[in-house]
Nanobody, 125 residues
């Protein structure tokens, strides 16, 4: 049973930085695809970033150059370093994992089998 637990959310002023963590337990490997999504009230879940099969990183257009995804395989943890935060980054941020994802499905949340409970990020103007 795979479990994902996010942490690190909070309130930050615009222009500030915040780091999220996602601890993974259960059936995962260094080649699992790990991703971050976010969802604001009344909006669809949006792709933020992912490390595809343990190698290359991908980012959503709205966060490129500001967010960085990384992972520590030994600690089974994935991180999301967020900088130059904007009020429009305010959302519930989710960690997701899949062990069989193909690249064309990377951006679509429906293809991920495992999800964390989410951590709130609020950016004040």
């Amino acid at each position: 049973q795979v479990q994902l637990v996010e942490s690190g959310g909070g309130l930050v002023q615009a222009g500030g930085s915040l780091s999220l963590s996602c601890a993974v337990s259960g059936g995962t490997s260094s080649t699992s695809t790990m991703a971050w999504f976010r969802q604001a009230p009344g909006q669809e879940r949006e792709f933020v970033a992912a490390i595809f099969r343990g190698s290359r990183s991908y980012y959503g257009d709205s966060v490129k150059g500001r967010f960085t995804i990384s992972r520590d395989n030994a600690k089974k943890t994935v991180f999301l370093q967020m900088s130059s935060l904007k009020p429009e980054d305010t959302a519930l941020y989710y960690c997701a994992l899949d062990n069989r994802l193909i690249l064309s499905s990377l951006w679509d949340p429906i293809h991920y089998d495992y999800w964390g409970q989410g951590t709130q990020v609020t950016v004040s103007s």
